[in-house]
């Protein structure tokens, strides 16, 4: 069992053999216990997360229709104000 709260993750690495790559695989991290939101952390992602959205709203990204870039954009400001929220 974990002694403390904190990000786990298995990582593994075979047995080289000869002729062969080496084979390595990992989970994701999982956070044991109960985690406490970094207000800095969260301000710094959500203004990245603005940027990304403020890209893509420039690059003339082809969508099968218009009501498709409307679903993506809407979703993207609806994680934007998800990371904003005060928690």
């Known amino acids: 069992a974990p002694a403390s709260e904190a990000w786990y993750a298995a990582h593994a690495t075979l047995k080289k053999v000869d002729g062969e ?8 991290p ?3 216990g109960n985690p406490k939101p ?6 710094a992602l959500a203004a990245r997360w603005e940027a990304e959205i403020n890209y893509y709203k420039s690059a003339n990204l082809p969508f099968a229709n218009d009501a ?13 104000q998800v990371l904003r929220a005060v928690l």
């Open 38 to 43: 970094d207000a800095q952390s969260r301000a």
């Open 68 to 80: 498709e870039r409307r679903q993506f954009f809407s979703q993207a400001e609806q994680a934007l």
């Open 21 to 28: 790559p080496q084979l390595q695989a990992h989970t994701n």
């Open 30 to 32: 999982l956070y044991i």
